[in-house]
């Protein structure tokens, strides 16, 4: 998908940013590898990279993303802090 690219059409596309729960920074990069569990407080085994946020330093444990619901609604609401 490229999001750069004028498309010369009246359609667009939403897209959820990652964002920490804590600081509320945006990531430009985070990936998970689920075949890495998190097991207690060994931070290599985490599966999150970066391991910890670049704006507060706290370590990356879990990651929430929009599901739908039981008849296939998304409900999205960004909470300032």
Same mark, same amino acid.
């Given at each position: 998908?490229?999001?750069?690219?004028?498309?010369?059409? %009246? &359609?667009?596309?939403?897209?959820?940013?990652?964002?920490?729960?804590?600081?509320?920074?945006?990531?430009?990069?985070?990936? !998970?590898?689920?075949?890495?569990? !998190? !097991? =207690?407080?060994?931070?290599? +085994?985490? =599966?999150? &990279?970066?391991? !910890?946020?670049?704006?507060?330093?706290?370590?990356?444990? %879990?990651?929430?993303?929009?599901?739908?619901? +039981?008849? =296939?609604?998304?409900?999205?609401?960004? +909470?300032?802090?």
């Amino acid at each position: 998908m490229i999001v750069d690219e004028t498309i010369d059409d %009246s &359609t667009s596309t939403v897209m959820f940013k990652p964002i920490c729960a804590h600081c509320g920074y945006v990531f430009k990069k985070i990936e !998970y590898n689920a075949n890495k569990p !998190y !097991y =207690g407080s060994k931070l290599s +085994e985490s =599966g999150f &990279t970066p391991p !910890y946020c670049p704006g507060c330093g706290k370590k990356i444990v %879990s990651l929430t993303i929009p599901m739908p619901d +039981e008849y =296939g609604n998304v409900k999205y609401e960004y +909470e300032e802090k």
